[in-house]
């Protein structure tokens, strides 16, 4: 069963001075998610399409940013395949498991001007 769904879309010029802003990205990005964009030449693009994920999640739990929902414990990690995936903790782990919350499904993409990202979130047991 469908929790929910949520999409989102960033301007990645946005991102790029917001990429400069170490106070920013420390508040909203684990540091895993930081060193990974810091390699990219294009980082505003990664760091843009990230930030989507993140609202797209918080879309599809239906909280906002309430609830303990904190956007440094939404990360996007990727697979050995490469596959994106979010990885929860903290207080939103929380939030999700009390809304029971089973499993993320995240796609995401991004362009030289726009990112993108799309999460459906099951309900019920493993």
């Known amino acids: 069963m469908i929790l ?20 920013f990205l420390k508040r909203v990005f684990s540091e895993d998610e930081i060193a990974y964009c810091e390699k990219f030449k294009n980082k505003a693009e990664c760091f843009a399409a990230r930030f989507a994920a993140k609202e797209a999640f918080i879309k599809a739990l239906g909280t906002g940013l309430s609830k303990g929902i904190v956007l440094k414990e939404i990360e996007v990690k990727k697979e050995k395949s490469g596959k994106p ?42």
Do not use: M, P, W, Y
């Open 85 to 126: 995936v979010l990885k929860i903790s903290g207080s939103t782990l929380e939030t999700f498991k009390s809304l029971k919350g089973n499993e993320i499904l995240l796609s995401i993409s991004h362009e030289k001007t726009i990112a993108t990202a799309f999460v459906i979130i099951t309900k019920g047991q493993k």
């Open 4 to 23: 929910g769904i949520g999409v989102d879309i960033c301007e990645v010029n946005r991102f790029n001075r917001l990429s400069e802003d170490e106070r």
